[in-house]
Nanobody, 126 residues
């Protein structure tokens, strides 16, 4: 198990940008595949982006392709989600999730991730 914490959420106007960070507490994140998910009121949790433990495989959800970018810095022990051209429909709680590198379960399936952070709120509003 790994304890995760997200940061960087906030309120931004449409067209703006936010950079969200995911950090492991007390241990290295470098041995984990990491993903971002989001959930808005009344909706299912939605896959946003995922990056493999080496950083050589990256996946995006259809609704964020071309606007969001996921990256990792294993030296700094963080995974970053750069979100650009934000839209009101991007408003949600954003969660960081991790699975150990050897599990190799589907990166776009929620049940693949046993470790979750508490989430950070992103609000896109005029």
């Amino acid at each position: 198990q790994v304890q995760l914490e997200e940061s960087g959420g906030g309120m931004v106007q449409p067209g703006g940008s936010l950079s969200l960070s995911c950090r492991a507490v007390g241990r290295t994140l470098s041995m984990y595949h990491v993903a971002w998910w989001r959930q808005s009121l009344g909706k299912e949790r939605e896959f946003v982006a995922a990056i493999s433990w080496k950083g050589d495989e990256i996946y995006y959800g259809e609704s964020v392709k071309g606007r969001f970018s996921i990256s990792r810095d294993n030296f700094e022990n963080t995974v970053t989600l750069q979100s650009n051209n934000l839209k009101p429909e991007d408003t949600a709680v954003y969660y960081c999730a991790a699975q150990f590198w050897s599990k190799r379960e589907s990166p776009t399936v929620r049940e693949s991730y046993p470790n979750w952070g508490p989430g950070t709120q992103v609000t896109v509003s005029p």
